[in-house]
C-alpha cells in the first residue's frame, strides 16, 4: 500500500512511500539484520529509493539467504568488521541500510590505507570515447576556459561565449542583478542565457552553474530553508536527510541550476570553529551515512545519469583544525585521515558524488613528518590520494581563490594546484587573468598538456552523467520556474521537529498544555534572521528581515498558531511581569556567521560573555512566578551553565530554518501525532568554558551531555546546579603571562571587543565602519573586497590625510604578554596603489599614548596587485614608548596622500616576530 505525503504549504509535490516491500534494500530485511527500529522511528522509504526498487523484491524469509544475497551483492564490503587485511586493497561498497535508507553503523572498520571506493555511478566505454573525441578537438584555450568557473556577478553570458567557460557559480549573497529578491524567473533567465551562450561556442559544450545550496536553495527568495546540518545529525535519520537533499534539488532545478555545493561532511573535532553547523556530527559514523544519503537525494538513484551534482567537501580534514581555526593547520596523522575524516567521502563517492572540493586548510604535523600544507596545492591528497587510491573518476573543484593560498601562487595563477590535479579552478573575479596565465604555463611547460587534457576529461564526464551535455536549456527541464517546487514546509516541519533536543525538563514543565498563557522573550523569538543563521540569503546571514522570508513562520509565530495569539504576549526584551503567566518562553542564543567570522578563536565557549544580553533577559523573569523554558538558537554546543541554572526546560534547537512552528509543535502538548521529542545530541556538550576540543576517547573526556543524550518528553532529566565560573578567554594574553593564541582584529569582520574606524580632518573622533564593510569621509573611503577569500578585506582609498584603525572603545587591554611571546602585527595586505606621501603603521594606548613604525618604505616596495603578509615585532612599538599594560587600539594606518590598499586578516601573533620574513625594528624608520 503506498500511502501520500504532502511536504508543501499547497500539498503539491507528493512523496509516496511503501508501508511495506520486502526487497534487498527494504526493511524486512533489514528487520532482519538488525531487529525492529527504535521507538518513534518511522518505517518509510524516499521516493528515490522507491523508484529504483521495481527489480529487486525479495521474499526470502531466512537470515542464511539474506545473508548469501548480501554477500553475493558485495554490499557487506567495507562495512563494520574486522580490521582488513593490509596485503590486500580494502573496496568500499554501498552500505547496508535500514528502512531503505543507509545504517548508522554501530561501529566503523579501521582501515590500514586509504580504502577504493566504487560508486554507484558506473562509466561506460563509449561515453568515454565519445568524451575523448571532444578533448581532441578543442584548442588549449578553449579547454582552460573550460576549467575556469567565475562568479556571476563578474562574468556576462558573452564572456562565457568568448571565452568558452565551462562553469559559473554564485556565492552566497550573490543573485541576479544583485538583487536580494530576485524571482524564480530572475534565476531561471540568468541560467538560460548563460547556457545559451555557451552552446553558441565552437565547441557547443553546455555550461555548468554551481550554487551554495546548503540548507535548502538558501540563496533564493521564497524559497524553504531547512536547518543546517547540525540539527539533522541530532535527528539520526539518514531517511530524513536524503528526502531534505532530494527537496533541495527540485528547488535548484526551479532556478535552473546544475550543481550544489554540498554536503559539507567535515567530522568536527573543536567546536570553537566557525562552520561547526555546517558538519552533521563530531561522530564519523552520522557522517559516513548521511553522506551516503545526502548525495543520493540531490543526484537521484541513477546510474549512469544524475539529477543535481552533489558536492563531497571539503577534502579533506576541515573540520580538524587547531583550535577550530578556519582554513587552518590539521595536524592529524594519517591514520586520523583515513579513519575520522574521511568516512564521509567513502560514504558520498559510494553514493556516487560526481565533484569534490578541495578544503582550505593546510595538513601538517612536522612531528610526524607531514608537510603537505595548503591541501589546494597537493598532490598527494589530490591525486595521489583522491585521484588514485580511493579511485574517483569524477571532477576536482578548488574553492573560492583557494588556489591563491597555495605559496608561490596568486588568485589568478597556481600550476602546482592544477598539477596537484584540480580541474575546476574557482576564480571568481581573476577569471580573465588566469586564463591567459595557465595557457602560458602550458605552453611553457610548467603544467603537462596531459593533465589539462586529463581535468577536461573529468569535467565532460560529468557533464554527461549530469544529463548536461545532451540536455535541454534550464528552462525546458524538470521543475523549471515552478514556485511551488521552492516550497517544502511541510518536510522541513519535519526536519525541524525530529532536530530538537530537549536536555533538561525539570517538573515536566514541557510540554505545555494548550491554550496555556505564555510570555514569549528573547531577541530570536521573532527573528527569522537568527533562526536561519549563515548562507541565508546572505553569504553571513546578516542584514536579513522577516520580511526577507516571506514564506517563513518565526518561533513566536508558531507558538501563535500553537495556543491562539490571544493567549502569548511577547516582550524581546523580558520586560512584562511574568506574574500571571503559565510560563515564560526565553528564544535566545547565536546570531548569524558563516566561515572565518564565526571562528571563536581564544575567546571562551560561554555563552553569557558572547551574547550577555541574553542573560540578562533570563535574569528579569526567572524567579517570578513563572516556569522559563529557554529554546536556544546556536550553531554548536556552547557553556550554557548559567542559562541552564536561570531555566527550568532548555531545548538546544541550533537553526532551524523557516520553519519555526516545528519547535512550537514540541512545546505544546497535543498539537501533532508526532512522538514529542526524539532528537539526540550528536555532538559532545561542553562542562566548562574552555573545554574544548571536547570528544569521545579523549583524554580527560567528561562534557557535561554525551552524543546521544537527549531526554523525551515525558522525562524531566534534572540537571541540577551548574558551576558558572568562566573566563573570558581561554589563552593568556594578558599580564606578566606569556600570550599562546593569536590575538584577532579584524578577521572578515571586527572581532570583538575591536571595531573598525575612519577618521580624517572631517571627523578625528573616528567614523565606525558599517556592518557591510563600507565608511566614507572626503580623503578615506572603505568597503569590502577579496584578498583570501570572498569579502574578506576592507579595501581603503586615500586621497589625501586620513587613517584606518581597529579599536577597543571600551578602553586598553593589557597586552604585554604578547611582548613576552615575541609576537608581531601580521596583517595580509594588497597594494592597489602605493603611497605618495608619509605613511605610518602605529598601535595606541589610549591617546595620546602611541607609538609608530615608517612604513612608507614597507608599502611601496610591495608588489602592486599581489598579496604580502607584513609582519611587524610588537617590540618595534614598544621601543618607541608603546604602554602594553593599556592598549586600545591594536592596529592602525595614516597617510599623508594618495594610497589605495586592502587589508585583511589583521592579528597579534605569538613567536611571529621570529619568523624570517618579519621586519626589523631599523628598516622600519
Known amino acids: 500500500m503506498l500511502r501520500p505525503v504532502c511536504r508543501s504549504a499547497s500539498c503539491g509535490g507528493f512523496v509516496r512511500r511503501p508501508e511495506q516491500r520486502p526487497d534487498l534494500h527494504g526493511s524486512a530485511l533489514t528487520k532482519v539484520l538488525t531487529g525492529p527500529p527504535p521507538p518513534g522511528q518511522d518505517r518509510r522509504e524516499p521516493a528515490a529509493a522507491l523508484r529504483r526498487r521495481t527489480d529487486q523484491q525479495m521474499s526470502r524469509r531466512h537470515l542464511g539467504t539474506a545473508l548469501a544475497v548480501l554477500l553475493a551483492t558485495g554490499l557487506t564490503t567495507g562495512i563494520a568488521g574486522a580490521d582488513p587485511s593490509p596485503t590486500r586493497p580494502v573496496v568500499v561498497g554501498e552500505p547496508r541500510t535500514d528502512h531503505g535508507c543507509a545504517r548508522i553503523e554501530p561501529t566503523l572498520p579501521t582501515y590500514a590505507d586509504w580504502p577504493r571506493v566504487r560508486s554507484r555511478v558506473h562509466g561506460d566505454p563509449a561515453d568515454e570515447r565519445r568524451i575523448a573525441k571532444i578533448v581532441g578537438s578543442l584548442t588549449l584555450a578553449e579547454k582552460v576556459g573550460h576549467m575556469t568557473q567565475p562568479e556571476i556577478a563578474a562574468i556576462t553570458p558573452d564572456e562565457v561565449r568568448q571565452y568558452g567557460i565551462g562553469s559559473v557559480l554564485n556565492g552566497g549573497g550573490s543573485w541576479p542583478d544583485r538583487d536580494k529578491h530576485a524571482a524564480v524567473r530572475d534565476w531561471l533567465s540568468l541560467a538560460d542565457a548563460y547556457w545559451d551562450a555557451s552552446k553558441a561556442t565552437r565547441a557547443k559544450i553546455p555550461v555548468l552553474w554551481g550554487i551554495d545550496a546548503v540548507h535548502g536553495n538558501n540563496n533564493v527568495y521564497g524559497a524553504t530553508v531547512f536547518p543546517h546540518n547540525i540539527g539533522l545529525g541530532a535527528a539520526h535519520d539518514p531517511c530524513l536527510v536524503r528526502d531534505v537533499s532530494e527537496a533541495t534539488a527540485e528547488q535548484i532545478r526551479a532556478t535552473g541550476q546544475d550543481w550544489a555545493f554540498a554536503p559539507t561532511l567535515a567530522v568536527v573535532r573543536d567546536d570553537r570553529w566557525g562552520r561547526t553547523y555546517e558538519g552533521f556530527s563530531e561522530d564519523p559514523r552520522i557522517t559516513r551515512a548521511y553522506g551516503y544519503e545526502a548525495v543520493r537525494g540531490l543526484q537521484g538513484d541513477g546510474r549512469r545519469r544524475?539529477?543535481?551534482?552533489?558536492?563531497?567537501?571539503?577534502?579533506?580534514?576541515?573540520?580538524?583544525?587547531?583550535?577550530?581555526?578556519?582554513?587552518?593547520?590539521?595536524?592529524?596523522?594519517?591514520?586520523?585521515?583515513?579513519?575520522?575524516?574521511?568516512?564521509?567521502?567513502?560514504?558520498?563517492?559510494?553514493?556516487?558524488?560526481?565533484?569534490?572540493?578541495?578544503?582550505?586548510?593546510?595538513?601538517?604535523?612536522?612531528?610526524?613528518?607531514?608537510?603537505?600544507?595548503?591541501?589546494?596545492?597537493?598532490?598527494?591528497?589530490?591525486?595521489?590520494?583522491?585521484?588514485?587510491?580511493?579511485?574517483?573518476?569524477?571532477?576536482?573543484?578548488?574553492?573560492?581563490?583557494?588556489?591563491?593560498?597555495?605559496?608561490?601562487?596568486?588568485?589568478?595563477?597556481?600550476?602546482?594546484?592544477?598539477?596537484?590535479?584540480?580541474?575546476?579552478?574557482?576564480?571568481?573575479?581573476?577569471?580573465?587573468?588566469?586564463?591567459?596565465?595557465?595557457?602560458?604555463?602550458?605552453?611553457?611547460?610548467?603544467?603537462?598538456?596531459?593533465?589539462?587534457?586529463?581535468?577536461?576529461?573529468?569535467?565532460?564526464?560529468?557533464?554527461?552523467?549530469?544529463?548536461?551535455?545532451?540536455?535541454a536549456k534550464p528552462s525546458a527541464r524538470e521543475h523549471a520556474g515552478s514556485a511551488k517546487a521552492l516550497e517544502a514546509r511541510r518536510l522541513a516541519r519535519e526536519a525541524v521537529r525530529k532536530s530538537q533536543v530537549l536536555v533538561k525538563n525539570d517538573n515536566r514543565v514541557l510540554p505545555l498544555k494548550p491554550r496555556s498563557k505564555v510570555l514569549v522573550v528573547g531577541k530570536s523569538a521573532d527573528s527569522l534572521q537568527n533562526q536561519t543563521g549563515g548562507w541565508t540569503l546572505s553569504w553571513q546571514g546578516t542584514g536579513n528581515t522577516n520580511a526577507d522570508f516571506p514564506n517563513g513562520t518565526t518561533i513566536l509565530g508558531g507558538l501563535r498558531e500553537a495556543l491562539g495569539a490571544q493567549n502569548v504576549v511577547f516582550s524581546e526584551t523580558g520586560d512584562v511581569d511574568p506574574a500571571g503567566f503559565d510560563a515564560v518562553i526565553a528564544v535566545i542564543g547565536e546570531t548569524p556567521y558563516a566561515e572565518g567570522t564565526g571562528d571563536l578563536g581564544r575567546r571562551s565557549l560561554e555563552a553569557a560573555k558572547l551574547y550577555p544580553r541574553d542573560l540578562a533577559v533570563l535574569d528579569k523573569v526567572r524567579g517570578r512566578g513563572a516556569p522559563v523554558v529557554t529554546v536556544y538558537v546556536s550553531g554548536r554546543p556552547l557553556h550554557v551553565n548559567k542559562e541552564l541554572n536561570r531555566s527550568d526546560a532548555f531545548v538546544a534547537s541550533w537553526l532551524p530554518g523557516t520553519e519555526g512552528g516545528g519547535v512550537a509543535d514540541l512545546l505544546v502538548r497535543g498539537r501533532h501525532t508526532y512522538p514529542g521529542f526524539t532528537g539526540t545530541l550528536s555532538y559532545s556538550w561542553p562542562r566548562s568554558a574552555c573545554q574544548t576540543p571536547l570528544n569521545p576517547g579523549q583524554a580527560g573526556y567528561d562534557p557535561l551531555f554525551k552524543p546521544g543524550y537527549g531526554l523525551r518528553s515525558w522525562q524531566t532529566g534534572r540537571v541540577g546546579k551548574l558551576d558558572e565560573t568562566a573566563p573570558a578567554s581561554c589563552s593568556g594574553d594578558g599580564g606578566g603571562g606569556t600570550a599562546t593564541e593569536d590575538l584577532e582584529l579584524f578577521n572578515r569582520q571586527d572581532i570583538a571587543p575591536y571595531r573598525g574606524f575612519i577618521g580624517s580632518p572631517d571627523n578625528w573622533s573616528g567614523t565606525e565602519i558599517g556592518p557591510d564593510g563600507e565608511a566614507a569621509h572626503s580623503t578615506i573611503t572603505v568597503r569590502p573586497a577579496d584578498v583570501n577569500v570572498q569579502g574578506d578585506a576592507l579595501r581603503t582609498t586615500w586621497t589625501g590625510t586620513g587613517q584606518l584603525y581597529l579599536q577597543n572603545p571600551a578602553g586598553g587591554n593589557d597586552l604585554r604578554g604578547y611582548l613576552n611571546a615575541d609576537a608581531a602585527l601580521v596583517f595580509d595586505v594588497v597594494v592597489h596603489r602605493p603611497p605618495a606621501a608619509r605613511t605610518v603603521v602605529s598601535a595606541h594606548c589610549v591617546y595620546p599614548c602611541s607609538a609608530e613604525v615608517d612604513a612608507t618604505t614597507l608599502f611601496g616596495g610591495l608588489p602592486a596587485g599581489s598579496k604580502a603578509t607584513v609582519k611587524i615585532p610588537v617590540a618595534c612599538f614598544a621601543s618607541r614608548g608603546l604602554d602594553l599594560e593599556n592598549v586600545n587600539t591594536p592596529f592602525l594606518v595614516y597617510t599623508e596622500g594618495a594610497f589605495q590598499a586592502s587589508f585583511a586578516n589583521v592579528r597579534w601573533v605569538p613567536k611571529a616576530a621570529r619568523d624570517p620574513d618579519a621586519r626589523t625594528c631599523s628598516e622600519l624608520t
Open 306 to 471: 544524475v539529477d543535481v551534482l552533489a558536492t563531497a567537501k571539503h577534502f579533506i580534514g576541515d573540520g580538524g583544525t587547531l583550535g577550530g581555526k578556519d582554513q587552518g593547520v590539521t595536524p592529524s596523522s594519517t591514520a586520523e585521515m583515513i579513519n575520522l575524516h574521511g568516512q564521509g567521502y567513502y560514504g558520498a563517492l559510494a553514493a556516487g558524488a560526481q565533484t569534490v572540493m578541495v578544503s582550505f586548510n593546510s595538513w601538517t604535523n612536522a612531528d610526524l613528518g607531514i608537510k603537505e600544507g595548503k591541501l589546494h596545492g597537493s598532490k598527494l591528497a589530490v591525486n595521489d590520494i583522491l585521484k588514485g587510491k580511493i579511485g574517483f573518476d569524477g571532477l576536482v573543484v578548488s574553492d573560492w581563490n583557494g588556489i591563491g593560498q597555495v605559496p608561490g601562487c596568486t588568485n589568478a595563477g597556481c600550476p602546482q594546484a592544477i598539477n596537484a590535479g584540480i580541474d575546476v579552478v574557482m576564480v571568481p573575479n581573476d577569471w580573465k587573468a588566469f586564463i591567459a596565465n595557465t595557457v602560458a604555463q602550458v605552453e611553457s611547460g610548467q603544467i603537462p598538456l596531459s593533465r589539462i587534457d586529463d581535468a577536461v576529461t573529468r569535467i565532460l564526464r560529468v557533464k554527461l552523467r549530469a544529463g548536461v551535455l545532451d540536455g
